[in-house]
């Protein structure tokens, strides 16, 4: 319909030119040739070329060879424009001299024109049939009396047909694109299409339709086929189903800002035109970049099962080790090296029992935590967790000995007594013995005890499944708290010397709901955090295979692979680790958990347990795998925080849980842990939009400060607040002269912890870098690796040995992390650059031809978390038969 309407606008406009005088002239010209034609108001051209059997790089014999027009005037304007308009069988097209592109004024081009067998729909009917090359006509008029000098040349492009599995080299103008095309060979359903370029000239690659006209400007190339711009290379899977008779490869170059470069110096036109004349110093000018194009045999989905088979084998052998480790559990040989040495809790009698069913769950006589007590250090009494504070506390025989479990009972009570006997007694110096025992607030007096706690009493574990306590451990503890607060005057009524018993005083049902509180309120964000996500990168994914601009989304284009409405589907599937490692870790927690219903440790005996906490880890590494993959869909700028978000999660969750081993009763509530990562999201969102000196000065600021308060709260067991009273009696010990530091352990990781946040609050202000959520990561993870080095160090420094399978899972953590930010930091793509400058760290396919260095970040990352959480659940086996009064606090 078109060809037809530019026929009759054709003719029409040689019925007016005939009418008013105009003189045509037709010619029959030759090709490689060029012919200069004078031009004006009163001539036109009908230029005829005949097609000749030229030589061109490796032609398919069945397919047709275009011509390729070169057009030049040195004169004429934008009013009154050359038009030269070709007319073909498959169709007509016209342009004009001088033209404008990318807001210069050009008077001269090179244009691709249609193939012959383009329209091979109609060759049935037509004179010549398939394969035959007809005359095309030039027609060349305007509207300018002024004299214009016209030059044409028409020749056959050096490289048209691409070959299959070689690379050829072509070179393109600003005024002359570069056009090729493939076809499928018999039996290929897809290919990959690489191009690469030594030079660092802004392009756009296009891939078109086996159509015509050709597009070969960007306002044609934006609405068919696909597109990308780029500077040293780009690549593009294209499938058969897509492209049934190949597709068209387009070349051309824009200016530097299209791409996100700079603009390079303006060259010395002055000399070069005096020298070598105008025309000539044009073309010297004019930029120019050499492609090498490429076609490669695509993956098959042989090869995409094999690599999707194999990354699920390496994690489903996580299960299969898992399960063989549980079943030796039960050969005792074997046994008695991995199942824990713990102190059991006595069955109650059966009178105490029917007692305490009577009575609900816990007696009448049960000792509660009272608000105002400072007994516990907690100074959360407003909590509403309050409220769940231990409800079940009956009297069990004083003289009854704790049990052991199985595995440990001929070496439970040596390691207690050893661990008694290996630190010294607290004693009261002789200058405070006279000093009144200083408390937190003056309604801190301990309430006199009950019967039932004076001679020994039954309490649940933090885990709810600790039952006996004597009289004899809780006067200890008490005894030893009370000695060390008279020991040394400090400030918030602290014990010179912290043991857990000290912080440990909160009852079984707080503190597990207290930690399960962490895993509950991390299910509801995931949710609502998940479900709006994966809306918005589906959105993306349409908007990719619709619009055809492959600049919205970041991928490393050498390695991805697609299947399906997916373009990057190896990114997605390697996040499966995080998936199956965390379920993984949920389960060892939920067994961990149920075998201590069934066998309850002694509430006096080793590090409380928070499997809340512990199972929120897990959770959040699957949560991790869920929007990992809905942001490798499509990862640009606007989505860049889905892939963080709960890695930042689970960072924070890794330092409270370590934090919560040494201070039960005063960890963070969930709320105020998810309140303040839902702050730093918010300031990474502002961070990655409009950064810029003004927010880094701000955020330096909030940083430093933020530690410094944190810092305090650390040091004083969470008893300092942003009050005058706080800030008085905090200031007023640091004028004390002479005074040594109350805890010296946790100064020396307060003032390493500060130096290294120092230390990155300056690097950010001084570098101000585009990608601050991985400036954001970097702080979380940097703080979170020293907070678990130093917990490590201050284990071996108090005498407290890992057992031996803590020790495996750490050193195959650190062999695991090591490799893992390796490829994490040499990257695939980088969102924070423009998608032309990103794919200068596209690199190709590492393992199976299928997975790059991110994927491998993936995969080795989630066996690293998974390890290190294993860890962090184990580390603290060896202190189960050791009594809390005996267990430090750093």
Not at 318 to 332: E, K, S, T
Not at 728 to 749: M, N, T
């Amino acid at each position: 319909m078109l060809a037809r309407w530019l026929c009759a606008c054709a003719l029409l406009a040689a019925a007016r030119a005939q009418s008013a005088g105009v003189r045509v002239v037709q010619l029959q010209l030759a090709y490689n040739e060029i012919h200069t034609l004078p031009l004006n108001s009163s001539v036109e051209y009908i230029l005829e070329f005949t097609p000749q059997d030229l030589v061109v790089f490796q032609p398919l014999e069945t397919e047709s060879v275009p011509s390729l027009l070169w057009v030049q005037s040195d004169g004429g304007d934008s009013a009154h424009p050359v038009l030269v308009t070709v007319r073909q069988r498959t169709g007509a097209v016209t342009w004009q001299l001088p033209y404008e592109a990318d807001a210069q004024t050009l008077n001269e081009l090179e244009r691709t024109l249609c193939p012959d067998d383009s329209g091979a729909a109609g060759d049935a009917a037509c004179e010549g049939g398939a394969g035959a090359r007809t005359a095309f006509t030039l027609h060349v008029s305007t509207a300018c009396a002024a004299p214009v000098s016209l030059r044409v040349r028409v020749a056959l492009p050096r490289v048209w047909a691409l070959p299959f599995g070689r690379a050829v080299t072509v070179t393109a103008t600003q005024t002359a694109p570069r056009v090729m095309h493939y076809r499928f060979l018999e039996g290929q359903s897809s290919v990959r299409l690489i191009v690469s370029s030594d030079s660092e000239v802004c392009a756009t690659l296009s891939v078109q339709n086996y159509s015509c006209p050709i597009p070969q400007t960007l306002t044609d190339m934006s609405i068919n086929g696909q597109r990308l711009t780029m500077m040293r290379s780009g690549a593009m899977q294209l499938y058969r189903s897509e492209y049934p008779l190949g597709f068209y490869v387009v070349a051309l170059l824009q200016r530097a800002q299209a791409c996100g470069a700079a603009e390079p110096p303006a060259a010395d036109w002055l000399w070069a035109a005096a020298l070598l004349g105008p025309a000539a110093a044009r073309a010297r000018l004019q930029p120019r970049k050499d492609f090498t194009v490429s076609v490669e045999p695509a993956l098959t989905r042989a090869q995409y099962a094999v690599a999707a088979v194999a990354l699920l084998a390496v994690f489903l052998s996580f299960y299969v080790a898992f399960g063989a480790l549980v079943l030796a559990q039960r050969w005792p040989p074997f046994g008695r090296h991995v199942l824990p040495r713990a102190v059991l809790a006595d069955a109650p009698d059966g009178h105490v029992a029917e007692r305490a069913r009577d009575n609900g769950s816990g007696g009448a006589t049960s000792a509660r935590c009272g608000h105002g007590s400072d007994v516990t250090f907690d100074s959360s009494a407003n909590s509403d967790s309050d409220s769940e504070d231990e409800a079940s506390s009956t009297p069990a025989p004083a003289t009854r000995p704790p049990r052991t479990s199985p595995a440990s009972a001929s070496r439970s009570s040596r390691t207690s007594s050893l661990a008694n006997t290996a630190r010294p007694p607290i004693t009261s110096s002789p200058t405070a013995a006279a000093r009144p025992p200083i408390t937190s607030s003056p309604a801190a007096a301990s309430p006199p005890r009950a019967p039932d706690e004076q001679n020994g009493r039954t309490q649940s574990d933090g885990d709810g499944d600790g039952r006996a306590a004597n009289n004899d451990t809780a006067d200890e503890v008490q005894g030893n708290t009370q000695a060390g607060q008279n020991a040394i005057q400090a400030p918030f009524g602290l014990p010179a010397r912290l043991r857990l018993a000290a912080l440990a005083r909160r009852g079984g049902r707080t503190l597990r709901a207290r930690s399960d509180r962490y895993l509950y309120m991390l299910y509801t964000v995931a949710v609502f955090y998940a479900l709006p996500v994966v809306q918005f990168v589906i959105a993306f994914q349409i908007l990719l295979n619709v619009s055809g601009s492959l600049d919205i989304c970041y991928y490393n284009f050498l390695c991805a692979n697609r299947a399906g409405a997916l373009s990057d589907f190896n990114h997605v599937l390697s996040n499966l680790g995080y998936l199956l490692l965390g379920a993984l870790f949920l389960l060892q927690v939920r067994r961990r958990r149920l075998r201590r219903k069934r066998e309850p440790r002694h509430r006096e005996y080793g590090i409380p347990a928070h499997y809340g906490l512990l199972s929120a880890l897990g959770a959040g590494m699957m949560v991790v795998a869920v929007l990992s993959a809905s942001y490798h869909v499509c990862p640009n700028r606007l989505n860049f925080q889905f892939d963080t978000a709960f890695m930042y999660v689970l960072a924070v969750l890794m330092m409270v849980k370590i934090y919560q081993s040494r201070h039960p009763d005063i960890n963070a509530r969930a709320h105020s842990t998810f309140g303040v990562l839902a702050v730093l999201i918010a300031l990474v969102v502002w961070g990655v939009l409009s950064g810029g000196p003004l927010f880094w000065g701000i955020f330096t600021v909030l940083h430093v400060f933020t530690f410094l308060l944190l810092s305090l709260r650390i040091y004083y067991v969470g008893q300092f607040r942003l009050e005058k009273e706080s800030l008085a009696a905090a200031a007023q010990e640091l004028r004390k002269p002479l005074s040594r530091p109350l805890y010296r352990a946790r100064l020396v990781l307060l003032l390493l912890a500060n130096a290294l946040n120092w230390m990155l609050a300056i690097f950010g202000l001084l570098r101000q870098g585009g990608d601050f959520a991985g400036h954001m990561l970097q702080v979380l993870l940097g703080n979170a690796l020293m907070y678990m080095v130093f917990y490590l160090s201050m284990k071996l420094v108090h005498g407290e040995r890992l057992r031996w399978y803590a020790w495996a899972l750490l050193g195959a953590a650190a062999v695991a992390w090591v490799p893992a930010l390796y490829f994490f930091l040499s990257g695939s793509s980088d969102w924070s650059a423009t998608p032309a400058l990103s794919r200068h760290r596209n690199h190709r396919c590492m393992v199976m031809e299928f997975y790059d260095s991110h994927d491998l970040w993936h995969m080795l990352s989630a066996v690293a978390l998974y390890l290190t959480f294993s860890a962090l659940l184990t580390w603290d086996d060896g202190l189960s038969a050791v009594k809390r009064t005996d267990i430090p606090v750093f």
